[in-house]
């Protein structure tokens, strides 16, 4: 039974795309705004693009506590806000997967750069912030949103995923390889992120240079990531 999958910030461009490719691959996606409107707006878009798909636009507090896996896809500018106003409706056995990048472009400055976050890194800060008993997993740092919206594009990169609970991981996995292109790989410990999130200012750098769409392969990795004995 396909996935269902509430994102935060669904509106914004890698959001959107995550939204598309994921209600093309036969998930129930919920898509959250601070603006029940612009939420719907969104989800609107989403069944343009992929007819029939299960795609419903909510505010954020009511999304996020409709389904297990929560995606949230803010600027790092938004991010603590979004999550203090989430915290009275996260519970318990929930998996929020912060895509969040502390990008400076978020305090003006540019997006090649990083900044620095006491916590290590914005996934770990989301840590903090989150219920207890609430997971979270880092990942979708290095994918093009131009790409994942763009369904007549082809994907063929790795997600690069980090966090503490290897069955999250697990589950997570499952649901962004059911996208064609894509493929999780486990890199460790949720304080792996401080280096997955810096990636994407590299990305945005050899993109810009090279004015293409690149991502993230992984070589000579066992064909077999996710064994349940992993």
Known sequence: MP???????????????????????GCAVTIGSRDADRAEQAAMRVREVVPES??????NEIAAARNELVILSVPFRSQSETLRNLRDVLRRGQVVVDATVPLAAAVGGKATRTLGVP??????????????GVTVLSA???????????????IDEDVLVCGDERADKRR???????????RCV????????????????????VNARYKTHAGVKLTRLPSELWAATG
């Open 119 to 132: 916590q290590g890194s914005a996934a770990q800060q989301a840590q903090e912030m989150v219920p207890d």
């Open 186 to 205: 486990d890199c460790g410990r949720l304080e792996m992120a401080r280096v997955t999130e810096s990636m994407t200012a590299l990305m945005i750098s």
């Open 3 to 25: 996935e269902a999958i509430s994102i935060i910030g669904a509106s914004g461009a890698l959001g959107f795309g995550l939204a598309v490719r994921l209600a093309r691959a």
């Open 172 to 182: 997570l996995a499952a649901l962004i390889d059911s996208i064609d292109g894509l």
């Open 140 to 154: 979708l740092h290095t994918v093009s949103a131009a790409l994942l919206r763009d369904l007549d594009q082809e």
């Open 54 to 59: 299960l795609v419903a636009g909510l505010t």
